[in-house]
């Protein structure tokens, strides 16, 4: 196994299990003990976990999934707000993408209550659900499921999405990093990802301010491949100045119980 391919493997671990230790790694890689520390160390650098006594664990929640039923109960008024906004960018008609992100599903949950007829592409089981009582056009892609986070992902996910093209993609991110662009902890989720963003014509960003500025393992799209960044008030100023100096764009979104204020935007 590549050391690359190991890390990965390490990281998925961590994603289920909370915690690992060098030894159960060394045996489950059949690699030394100093190796399994050499991965640690460089994974720590990277801001992906946090070094124990003996093993490891998560650096920060955040950077990682935490699981679907989990993250639906994260930053709810911030993700109402991102769907609500996205909702502006949608016309009647229109064929989408919707990745398996939550906030995908907080935008599914709004938009079937005000198109007629919409074309909507998803690998994520929930959305499906979500608009099977719609009679509109929902194609749901084959592949494998991944519980963590109900989505269908893998070579058949990736195979279904090349055959089609729509006018936009929405897609959620766990992290962003200037440097990285958006990521996700699993990189079959980041290929799955990838081939949406080369379905589309446009592609939205959902991504509330928790996740940005932070690096996670797979990276998906660099910042300049999303043409619209949807994000709320509280986004890192330094971050929107890195995007306004790359003439990227973004809009925060104005959260419901804030201030009236009109939502501010920015054209790349």
């Not at 960044?229 to 119980?257: N, S, V």
Request: hydrophobic content about 40%.
């Amino acid at each position: 196994m590549k050391t690359e391919d190991r890390r990965r493997k390490i990281i998925e671990l961590l994603e289920h299990k909370g915690s690992v230790l060098v030894e159960e790694l060394a045996a489950e890689f059949g690699v030394s003990q100093v190796t399994v520390r050499k991965d640690l160390s460089e994974l720590e650098e990277r801001g992906l976990l946090h070094r124990t006594h003996g093993g490891a664990t998560f650096a920060h929640k955040s950077l990682f999934n935490p699981s679907f039923r989990e993250k639906l109960h994260l930053q709810q008024a911030e993700k109402q707000a991102i769907a609500r906004a996205a909702l502006e960018h949608i016309e009647e008609g229109d064929s989408l993408i919707l990745d398996a992100g939550t906030t995908s599903l907080t935008l599914a949950r709004l938009i079937k209550h005000r198109f007629r007829s919409l074309y909507v592409i998803t690998n994520s089981v929930p959305i499906a659900l979500e608009l099977a009582e719609t009679r509109w056009d929902v194609l749901l892609t084959g592949g494998q499921v991944r519980h963590h986070s109900m989505a269908l992902i893998g070579p058949a996910t990736v195979r279904a999405l090349e055959v089609y093209h729509a006018d936009k993609a929405f897609v959620c991110a766990t992290g962003v990093s200037v440097h990285k662009g958006y990521g996700t902890p699993n990189p079959y989720e980041a290929q799955t990802k990838q081939a949406m963003i080369r379905s589309v014509d446009t592609v939205y960003a959902l991504v509330d301010s928790s996740k940005l500025g932070r690096a996670t393992l797979a990276s998906f799209a660099a910042l300049e491949e999303v043409h619209l960044l949807i994000t709320d008030p509280a986004a890192p100023r330094d971050f929107l100045q890195h995007l306004e100096r790359q003439g990227l764009g973004y809009r925060l979104a104005e959260l419901e119980a804030g201030p009236a204020l009109n939502p501010a935007s920015r054209a790349g």
